[in-house]
Nanobody, 121 residues
Framework: QVQLVESGGGLVQAGGSLRLSCAASGSIFNINRMGWYRQAPGKQRELVARITSGDNTYYADSVKGRFTISRDNAKNTVYLQMNSLKPEDTAVYYC???????????????WGQGTQVTVSS
């Protein structure tokens, strides 16, 4: 019943920018933490950035100063602004969100289907 849908991926030259979006829909009562992960070919999925409901943020060292995570609670959407992209940023990017579907229900972690980001040199 809960879906996360990413958009905004694509092909960009090194030094360019992309903005990813991830919208949560369905039966949602509340969302606390939201985040972005990425997985490059042959590598494990890694945390890129996350943001709490209080807008506290965390970034992986590899993206600090280049990527910015933000959220629009009214739209149940999290964004990832990616600037100064490098070829090593090439990966499938996934969003996730910790969601409660009703008041008092347990929190579950939901994932999107992923969006490809390719940075050419």
């Amino acid at each position: 019943q809960v879906q996360l849908v990413e958009s905004g991926g694509g092909l960009v030259q090194a030094g360019g920018s992309l903005r990813l979006s991830c919208a949560a829909s369905g039966s949602i009562f509340n969302i606390n933490r939201m985040g972005w992960y990425r997985q490059a070919p042959g590598k494990q999925r890694e945390l890129v950035a996350r943001i709490t409901s209080g807008d506290n943020t965390y970034y992986a060292d590899s993206v600090k100063g280049r990527f910015t995570i933000s959220r629009d609670n009214a739209k149940n959407t999290v964004y990832l602004q990616m600037n100064s992209l490098k070829p090593e940023d090439t990966a499938v990017y996934y969003c996730n969100a910790n969601i409660a579907v009703t008041a008092g229900s347990a929190w579950y972690l939901y994932w999107g289907q992923g969006t490809q980001v390719t940075v050419s040199s």
